[in-house]
């Protein structure tokens, strides 16, 4: 868990950073080269981005990957 800070409903006061996110992968899909294993999207933007454009919260979910700093 990051040491960032949080609204009163526990959600992000940001947008995560997907590339530091277990659950980011790149996908084979040209035309939506980007997803998340949360969401069960794929996109072209960040899937941190379209989570806030369609939900006006930012994503909650994000998990650091093992061995970043
Ligand atoms: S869980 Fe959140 S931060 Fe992680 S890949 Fe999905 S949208 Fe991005």
């Known amino acids: 868990m990051s040491a960032e ?3 009163p409903n526990n959600f992000p006061s940001r947008t995560p950073d997907c590339l530091k996110c277990t659950y980011f992968k790149v996908t084979w899909d040209l035309a939506f080269p980007r997803s998340c294993g949360i969401f069960g999207i794929k996109c072209r933007n960040l899937p941190s981005v379209e989570v806030y454009k369609n939900t006006g ?3 909650p979910s994000f998990q650091q990957k093992k061995g970043l700093k």
Request: proline share 0%; glycine share 0%.
């Open 57 to 59: 919260c930012h994503c």
């Open 5 to 7: 800070t949080r609204d």
